[in-house]
């Protein structure tokens, strides 16, 4: 009986996680003061801007397996991005943000508190993926 019940508990679990709402209002805000830099569930990383970068990111992000946009635009100069696990179906948030001269990138998890440095090799991987499109050095 307790393993039915500790089934049902985690088939609960499961399922709160992946059918829960995002409030785009939570999620989709101005990224702030940023650095390339790693956190505990969160990373972020600074470009700067060049022409069309903005569009090709957001080019590259739509690529990514599990990946939808939440809100925002190319044209709004900010886009929000969720992106799932594979196995369970967390979900992780992505911003990207024009901010003058520089492109801001925050990736974050939400639930749990270690993404096992999830979100840096998705900003990295986005970054790398741009720059080769591009043909640039640095994007």
């Given at each position: 009986?307790?393993?039915?019940?500790?089934?049902?508990?985690?088939?609960?679990?499961?399922?709160?996680?992946?059918?829960?709402?995002?409030?785009?209002?939570?999620?989709?805000?101005?990224?702030?003061?940023?650095?390339?830099?790693?956190?505990?569930?969160?990373?972020?990383?600074?470009?700067?801007?060049?022409?069309?970068l903005?569009s090709?990111?957001?080019?590259?992000?739509?690529?990514?397996?599990?990946?939808?946009?939440?809100?925002?635009?190319?044209?709004?100069?900010?886009?929000?991005?969720?992106?799932?696990?594979?196995?369970?179906?967390?979900?992780?948030?992505?911003?990207?943000?024009?901010?003058?001269?520089?492109?801001?990138?925050?990736?974050?998890?939400?639930f749990?508190?270690?993404?096992?440095?999830?979100?840096?090799?998705?900003?990295?991987?986005?970054?790398?993926?741009v720059?080769?499109?591009?043909?640039?050095?640095?994007?």
């Amino acid at each position: 009986m307790i393993w039915v019940i500790l089934l049902l508990a985690i088939v609960a679990g499961l399922a709160f996680i992946r059918l829960t709402p995002s409030d785009a209002s939570r999620w989709h805000r101005p990224i702030g003061e940023a650095e390339n830099t790693d956190g505990e569930g969160w990373s972020a990383r600074v470009v700067p801007s060049t022409p069309g970068l903005l569009s090709d990111l957001h080019q590259g992000m739509l690529a990514l397996p599990r990946t939808e946009l939440l809100a925002g635009s190319v044209g709004e100069g900010r886009l929000t991005y969720i992106t799932r696990s594979k196995m369970m179906g967390f979900p992780d948030y992505t911003t990207i943000e024009q901010d003058g001269n520089q492109i801001k990138l925050y990736a974050r998890l939400r639930f749990g508190k270690s993404d096992l440095g999830v979100n840096g090799k998705r900003l990295d991987g986005l970054l790398q993926r741009v720059r080769a499109k591009r043909g640039e050095e640095g994007a």
